[in-house]
């Protein structure tokens, strides 16, 4: 498939289980490696990189199972990501944590261990690890997967603000079509490994071929 996304946007990815959106995600990052074809970041080829060179280039990635070090406290956990920034000091990585924690909402869990945390709270944790590293791309898989409905909507508010005050691309694997619909985001809808149909989710919904992907029949 071939697809552009440009900078400062963000696309939402639907789809089958199986069709390969999370394959997808895997490839851009690295810990699948493309058959053929190219993937470049801002100009550059990445597809022959390793994972740490490609997250170096600034793509970051947040996959579906929390991955945070739970004896350790929400700032520690943002501490260990900051620190992928040589460019900034210390005091400046103090800042980007402090900003970092306002951003997802954890001002009152600073100092509390990542395990102890609520399953949307470590979400929200490790969705600003993968944003302390100043990322030019963000990658998102399924970041609302478990969460309640005041969490996810939450996780629009934090999802939103990172686009538009930040200017990061965003792109983001999701099943829960509320939080789609909040995002109000371009929509590709994948199956078997290429893009069906690019468009609004009302555009989407209204589909009947997308209709026969997810329920086996244009009824």
Known sequence: ????????????????????KSTFLKTLIGLHRPTSGEIRLAGTRIDRLHPHEIARMGVSTKLQIPSV???????QNLRIAVQRQTKHDGRVQARVIQDTIEMIGLNAFSESRAGSLSHGHQQWLEIG???A??????????????????????????????????????????HDMAFVSELNAP?????????????????VRSNEGVKEIYFGSRA
């Open 1 to 20: 498939m071939t697809l552009d996304i440009p900078e400062g946007e963000m696309r939402v990815l639907l789809g089958p289980n199986g069709c390969g």
């Open 69 to 75: 070090f739970k004896e350790l406290s929400v700032y």
């Open 129 to 131: 690890m993968a944003i």
């Open 133 to 174: 590293s100043e990322p030019r791309i963000l990658l998102l898989d399924e970041p609302t997967a478990g969460m309640t409905p005041e969490e996810t909507q939450q996780t629009v508010r934090i999802v939103s603000k990172l686009n538009k005050t930040r200017g990061m691309s965003v792109v983001i694997v999701e």
């Open 187 to 203: 929509i590709l809808v994948l199956n078997q490994g290429t893009i069906f149909f690019e468009g609004s989710l009302q555009e």
